[in-house]
Structures are given as structure tokens and as C-alpha cells.
């Protein structure tokens, strides 16, 4: 149960801390973030709700309970990296959207110790 519950708390802190760490150029709108959305053809207001709803997932993958919203929370940051990385491969090719692939393995990750900890806490109760 200790191992179980220090590696979700590890993987999941990780995939916050990147999401969030990726929010901040969106809702600050820096250059640089306007300059990927405009050249994968989304427009600059788009950047801001992203940004918000990252910060927002990040903070409800964190915090303990309310597993409806957790789910909701998994699903949305998934779907944010499932359309960077088509949106980036579809533009630019395979390549560059492959690093994509780490970030996602550990949401997945972090998901799935989030079920395997709620099982461990359930059959111990």
C-alpha cells in the first residue's frame, strides 16, 4: 500500500507539475505561445481557456477525494496532449510531436496508480 500510494503521489505530482508548467505561457499569452497556436492555426483566445482549464485540471488531479471530478480532470489534460501532439504531427510531421509521447505515458501512468490506490484502499477498509 505505501509503495502504491508514493508512486502515484510521484507520477502524479510529475504530470501537474507539467501541465501547470505549460499553463503559464498560455495565460500570461507570451509570445512564443501565441506564435505555436497561431502556426498550428488556432486563434490567440483559445490560449488563455487552455491555460486556465490546465491549471484547473492540475489542481483537481492533486487534491484527495472528489473522484468524479478527478476523472473529469484525467480526461481533459489527456485530451489537451492527445490534440498538441495530433496537432503538432499533423503539421509538422511524426518528429517533432514524438516527446509528446512521454508526457502522455505519464498521465497515463499517474491514472493508473490512481485506480490501483483506490482498489488498495478500498479492500483494506
Sequence with gaps: ??????????LTGLFAAFMIFTAIPDITVNPEAVKFMTDLG??????????????LGSIAILIPGFPRIKEWAYAGLMFDLIG???SVAALNGVGPAAPFVI???????????????LKETASAA
Design 1 to 10: 500500500m505505501k509503495k502504491i500510494n508514493i508512486l502515484y503521489w510521484i
Design 42 to 55: 488556432y486563434p490567440v483566445y483559445l490560449l488563455m481557456f487552455l491555460g486556465v482549464a490546465k491549471i
Design 84 to 86: 498538441a501532439m495530433y
Design 103 to 117: 508526457f502522455l505515458a505519464l498521465g497515463f501512468a499517474s491514472y493508473f496508480m490512481y485506480h490501483k490506490k
